[in-house]
C-alpha cells in the first residue's frame, strides 16, 4: 500500500490550482498549510486518510509524453495539484461543509485563476516500490517467465 490505511476503495480527490495575477508561492503554501491542518485536525477521524501538495516544477518528460517535446513548462511555479485521499466521498463531501474549512477554503480560491473544480476519482491501482531483495527476486522471475 502506497498510502498507508488507504483502502482499494477509497477515493482520491485532485484539485488544480493556478495562481491568480499578483499572488506567490508563499501566499499559496501559507493558505493551503493553514487548510490541511484543519483537515488533519478535524477529519482525521471523519474520512481523511493523507494527501500532498505538488507544485509544477517546469520540467517535462520528454520520455513520458507524446505530445511534442517541450522542454519547460509555461505554468512552471503557477501550477499547483491538491491531493487528498479518503475513505469515502460521502465523508470528503462533509469536510467541505465543515464551519472551520469553508473561510480556509475561500482563502485559497481567492489566489486561483481558474477557479477550482474537484475532480473525484476511485482507485484502480496503488504500489510502492519493491525492496532491493523483492526488486532481485521480480526480475529473475520476470527473466525466467516471461516471454
Not at 65 to 88: D, H, K, Y
Amino acid at each position: 500500500m502506497l498510502i498507508d490505511g488507504f483502502n482499494s476503495d477509497g477515493v482520491v480527490t485532485v484539485n488544480r490550482v493556478v495562481l491568480r495575477q499578483g499572488y506567490t508561492v508563499d501566499d499559496l503554501e501559507e493558505r493551503v498549510a493553514l487548510l490541511c491542518e484543519n483537515v488533519k485536525t478535524w477529519h482525521s477521524e471523519t474520512g481523511f486518510v493523507g494527501g500532498f501538495v505538488g507544485l509544477n516544477s517546469g520540467m517535462i518528460s520528454n520520455e513520458g509524453s507524446t505530445v511534442g517535446q517541450p522542454v519547460a513548462s509555461p505554468m512552471a511555479g503557477r501550477e499547483a495539484l491538491i491531493v487528498t485521499f479518503w475513505r469515502s466521498f460521502e465523508e470528503h463531501e462533509q469536510s467541505h461543509r465543515s464551519p472551520t474549512f469553508q473561510p480556509l477554503f475561500e482563502s485559497v480560491i481567492e489566489l486561483c485563476e481558474n477557479g477550482n473544480e474537484e475532480i473525484a476519482y476511485t482507485m484502480l491501482w496503488q504500489g510502492k516500490a519493491y525492496g532491493p531483495d523483492e526488486a532481485k527476486a521480480a526480475q529473475r522471475a520476470k527473466t525466467s517467465h516471461a516471454p
